[in-house]
């Protein structure tokens, strides 16, 4: 017996009880190896066998190789079998003197899937008759049957809803089909002709005979063909042979009708169309967007114009005799012209390239006769009101918005400056310019960043006799220039006008200095490396003294910053305290210089530079080869991009990936490089051989060698350690930094 193993313990199977899961084992499809499904969905015929093609569809299926022992169904045997038949049917025509019935030609189709008929006569081009499907597609029901392709003969009749078609001929395949099916369709026969079909082709075989003959009517005689030989006058053939040979032929021209001289009158442009079937002409407005003239079809409708209008029609006097009128035509169109068309004066200004070759071959005209007439108006601009002055209520700026705006709208902020700038304010001391008890009084302006205000506190002095406190709010403020104080407008030794009251900046506090040394790009004053340009400028320009008066200075000791400031005005060089301080703080951390050799070291000046040139011309020189911390021109950065060429590039993303892998290494290395060199600084060819000898980093001889002349530019031909790191790591404000030459975005 059968018997299945149930957690370790035969049990036999027919003693398994009939419960859910256990029916499963015995009767369900535990035992099964074959899952196919099988064949459920089968045609029939009325509940019956599955309808197969039929005897007489089998005898055609074995003519074309089909098998007889398996007959697929007939609408997979017979799909898109159709059996065509040709037929007419005669239609009375009752209200015509030349034809008493019309013969209407037909097509009958058969289609064997599923004995549906369909019935439709062939569209004639401009017969004038509604043509197309006469009978959809359907069976047609006949003396209680549905009609068969056995009932359809040739040489006889079928009626169909009442409509008898004579049935006069069939397709091969037809033939060939019933033939098989045993089925005679019957012999062919011909269509017959009715009355109008019979007149015309005689109509088309006498004129032939008369072209052969050569004795069909010219036109010159006085008679049309088209008029079937009646007579015509000389003018009609004449305008039957215009139209014969110029139809569709049609000149464009661009006219202008100037109303400048009447009183609001403006100019307005036309298209000009001259059909050369007719001589006829018409006038299109071309019509402006946002013109408010309304799109009117055509201005002046086809016809033909008059050169000068019968004076009848204006006058209003009542005339029966028919006035000669001289019409414009071909020839008297040009590019200059002037038309009176209804009274108006249309200029010809313009034309396509078809009417300029038309006018060129059949009239005559000349290229310089067609040349384009330029008739645009140079519209001068009306001078633009200068807003009127502050009325002191509000912001400035408020006001000017009810100026130019009816509806009133808020300011509109740098949302953008605020989130980078934040809460960044300056802080600089003012003195107040003017008699000896205003210069006592002192001042504290604090510039907010983030949306350009400023306010200044006064400090409050005992016994002085003045109430300090708070001595301008915040609030945007013009200088004395007119134009809104600026980031830029405060520096040490600066004198700005605000309020009508002259203030000089004394001095500013350590955040705000490293403020604007990091931000030295918008703060001119406090960038370094242009400071160190004019300097180093001046320093080694022997008729500016600087060299000299600072080596008898250092001499004696260390200059500050009050003692640097005095050599300077001394000397009259364009040097501000601001940017002397910004100096002094990047030779030294206590503010002051030590010695020259320290100095001559922190320029990369050696005995060797001195020259008898201005300091202007070598600054000149300077700044064409390098632009240092300046916003780029659109010419300077085209320039600076063609610097930084491809080998370079790649050879600075090498040395970075280096650097950042042995970034102890590579400032070690740099460091006895510039503890054995003379002058403390390392130039192009010491760093090449640290890279390749020292580092070895793989980098070709070629990239290194461009990789050098963009990194030590002929300003900065040797550079300290302390600046060769910032150049590395992009710190300096040096425009040329790795980053910069190896094309990487900030």
Not at 525 to 544: L, R
Not at 614 to 635: A, F, M, N, P, R
Request: hydrophobic share 35%.
């Amino acid at each position: 017996k059968a018997t299945v193993s149930v957690l370790y313990c035969e049990v036999e199977m027919d003693k398994l009880p009939l419960m859910p899961g256990t029916n499963e084992l015995v009767h369900g499809d535990l035992w099964r190896s074959n899952y196919r499904r099988c064949h459920t969905l089968t045609g029939h015929n009325n509940g019956g066998e599955p309808k197969k093609a039929n005897q007489e569809i089998d005898t055609f299926a074995m003519t074309n190789t089909i098998s007889n022992t398996s007959l697929p169904p007939a609408h997979l045997a017979l799909d898109r079998k159709v059996l065509k038949f040709k037929c007419y049917f005669r239609e009375g025509v009752h209200e015509s003197t030349t034809e008493a019935e019309r013969v209407r030609l037909c097509v009958v189709y058969y289609f064997l899937e599923d004995d549906t008929i369909a019935v439709s006569e062939p569209r004639q081009l401009n017969s004038g008759m509604n043509q197309g499907t006469l009978v959809k597609r359907h069976k047609i029901k006949q003396g209680g049957r549905y009609l068969s392709f056995s009932d359809l003969r040739l040489s006889d009749n079928v009626t169909i809803y009442g409509k008898t078609f004579r049935i006069y001929d069939c397709d091969t395949f037809t033939r060939e089909f019933c033939l098989n099916a045993g089925h005679d369709v019957g012999k062919n026969e011909q269509a017959p002709q009715d009355t109008y079909d019979t007149n015309a082709r005689q109509r088309f075989e006498s004129n032939k005979k008369r072209e052969l003959c050569g004795t069909r009517t010219k036109l010159s005689l006085g008679q049309t063909a088209a008029a079937g030989g009646s007579s015509a006058t000389k003018e009609e053939v004449k305008q039957t042979t215009q139209f014969l040979q110029n139809d569709k032929k049609v000149l464009k021209f661009k006219a202008m009708w100037d109303e400048v001289h009447n009183t609001g009158g403006e100019r307005r442009y036309f298209n000009l169309y001259y059909f050369l079937s007719d001589d006829c002409i018409e006038v299109i407005e071309m019509v402006p967007a946002n013109s408010g003239r309304d799109p009117f079809p055509s201005f002046v409708r086809r016809r033909k114009c008059p050169k000068n209008p019968n004076p009848s029609s204006i006058t209003g006097t009542l005339t029966f005799q028919r006035a000669e009128q001289e019409y414009w035509k071909v020839k008297d169109l040009c590019i200059g012209t002037e038309l009176v068309i209804c009274g108006k004066r249309f200029k010809l200004y313009d034309c396509d390239t078809f009417t300029k070759e038309y006018l060129k071959e059949h009239c005559g005209r000349t290229a310089s006769e067609l040349q384009s007439v330029d008739v645009k108006v140079i519209k001068k601009e009306a001078p633009k009101p200068a807003p009127p002055p502050h009325n002191g209520f509000g912001d400035e700026e408020d006001s000017l918005r009810s100026w130019r705006q009816l509806a009133l709208k808020c300011p509109v902020k740098d949302v953008r400056k605020f989130t980078e700038s934040g809460n960044e304010m300056l802080k600089f001391s003012l003195e107040l310019l003017g008699g000896e008890i205003d210069s006592m009084r002192k001042f504290v302006l604090t510039y907010y960043v983030s949306d350009d205000t400023i306010s200044i506190f006064e400090a409050v002095a005992r016994n002085s006799g003045i109430l300090g406190g708070r001595f301008l709010q915040r609030q945007k403020v013009k200088l004395g220039n007119g134009e809104y104080a600026t980031a830029a407008s405060f520096y040490v030794g600066a004198v700005v006008e605000i309020s009508h009251r002259k203030f000089r900046v004394t001095s500013t506090d350590e955040r705000s200095l490293a403020y604007m040394e990091h931000n030295s790009k918008i703060f001119l004053k406090s960038n370094i490396n242009m400071i160190m340009m004019k300097f180093k400028a001046m320093f080694i320009s022997t008729p500016t003294g600087l060299k000299d008066t600072l080596n008898g200075a250092l001499k004696q000791g260390q200059v500050d910053y009050t003692q640097l400031m005095h050599i300077v005005e001394s000397l009259g060089l364009p040097l501000v305290e601001q940017e002397v301080l910004t100096m002094l703080r990047y030779f030294n951390t206590n503010g002051s210089l030590n010695s020259y050799e320290e100095l001559l070291v922190t320029l990369s000046v050696s005995e060797t530079d001195i020259t008898d040139k201005q300091w202007q011309d070598i600054h000149e020189e300077w700044d064409s080869d390098v632009t240092l911390g300046k916003t780029l021109t659109e010419d300077e950065q085209y320039r600076l991009n063609d610097l930084h060429d491809s080998r370079a590039a790649q050879g600075m993303l090498k040395l970075l990936q280096e650097y950042n892998k042995r970034r102890a290494l590579f400032q070690q290395e740099l460091r006895i490089i510039c503890d054995y060199s003379n002058d403390g600084c390392i130039g192009p060819g010491e760093f090449a051989v640290a890279v390749t000898k020292k580092l070895k980093v793989d980098i070709a001889p070629k990239q290194l060698d461009q990789l050098c002349s963009k990194l030590f530019p002929p300003v900065l031909r040797r550079v300290p350690y302390r600046e060769m790191i910032r150049l590395i790591e992009d710190t300096t404000n040096y425009v040329h930094s790795t980053k910069t030459i190896a094309r990487i975005r900030k």
